[in-house]
């Protein structure tokens, strides 16, 4: 196990070093790093931005708009909040197991005596409250799997940035985005750390040692160079963050066990002529493929049933069947 000692703060920087290590360094070690960022929201792999966001707030507040190479919903992260990264080998015991990563999070939380459990699908929860969510992404034979842990952070900006689906606020019974999250800050027992001698020993608990040194890998100016140019040719580009999303003839949208997708065609003479994906559901491949999958595919219950039937679904959407799809785009 290596960990690196990332002290940047640019979410542009943070994702792309992610990236970097899962996709393009020469290496089988297993890596934990801990890292923060400033002000910024970042959403999912297959989120469409311009829906998530209120884009008038975060430009008068200098808000960071980032997409992560993960599934899952856009989080507002501040220097109240503490990112874990996992990268390691793929297995089948690594995949869509949100348990195998988060068991040791909890651990290290439960002993300072927060109350920490597992909940929901890719949550840790404190009485109920989420004060942490986890993705998963691979690449090859190397797999991500990373979350969030609310230490401190301003939930008040989560209702201000965030516009989310109001049907996911009224199928989990609640008013508003901020009850459904809470800051650990207050579950600790006895003095409470500053964030740095949290990440310090919270880094210590996932490595297992009272040493860190000899587990760091220190990015070399090769690493650099090309981390910083993830940065500038990916991470910091409209078409990544944003991306275009063109007017579509006919929308379709469910929510399920596994989250809220939209399906998004155009239909020319009965066959589908585009075809756009967005959602905050977790998957570990990325959804292009069954987006092209779609093409001159009749838009017909039996076709597209067809298809689907060849398709590995459960790796671009967890806990959503084939059976799900089709009432969301027929029923």
């Not at 300072?112 to 597992?118: L, M, T």
């Amino acid at each position: 196990m290596k960990t690196i000692l990332n002290e940047s703060l640019d979410p542009r920087f943070n994702l792309a070093l992610e990236e970097y290590v899962l996709k393009y360094l020469p290496t089988d070690e297993d890596f934990i790093f801990l890292w923060q960022n400033a002000n910024s929201v970042i959403i999912g792999r297959n989120q469409n931005t311009i829906e998530e966001v209120n884009d008038q707030y975060v430009k008068e507040h200098a808000v960071k708009v980032v997409r992560r190479i993960t599934g899952g919903g856009a989080v507002y992260h501040d220097l109240g909040n503490l990112n874990f990264s996992f990268i390691t080998n793929t297995t089948k015991d690594n995949v869509n197991n949100y348990r195998k990563f988060t068991d040791p999070v909890i651990a290290a939380l439960q002993s300072y005596g927060v109350p920490a459990e597992f909940g929901g699908r890719n949550d840790i929860l404190v009485e109920g409250m989420k004060i942490s969510g986890n993705a998963q992404a691979f690449h090859g034979h190397r797999f991500l799997h990373h979350g969030t842990i609310l230490f401190d952070a301003d939930l008040t900006m989560l209702g201000k940035i965030l516009n989310p689906k109001p049907d996911k606020i009224e199928s989990k019974g609640i008013k508003s985005v901020r009850s459904r999250v809470t800051n650990i800050k207050p579950y600790f027992q006895g003095n409470v750390p500053s964030m740095k001698d949290f990440k310090m020993t919270l880094l210590k608990q996932l490595l297992k040692t009272d040493d860190v040194k000899p587990f760091v890998y220190e990015l070399t100016p090769h690493d650099l160079a090309k981390i910083n140019e993830l940065v500038e040719k990916k991470f910091s580009t409209w078409d990544w963050n944003y991306g275009q999303s063109p007017a579509f003839s006919l929308e379709k949208y469910g929510r399920y066990e596994g989250g809220g997708v939209s399906f998004r065609f155009n239909v020319d003479n009965g066959r589908i002529t585009a075809c756009k994906i967005f959602g905050d559901f977790l998957g570990t491949k990325d959804i292009d493929t069954l987006e092209k999958a779609f093409i001159n595919i009749p838009f017909e219950r039996s076709a597209i049933e067809g298809m689907l039937s060849t398709m590995p679904l459960d790796d671009y959407f967890l806990k959503i069947t084939q059976e799900n799809i089709l009432s969301c785009l027929f029923e």
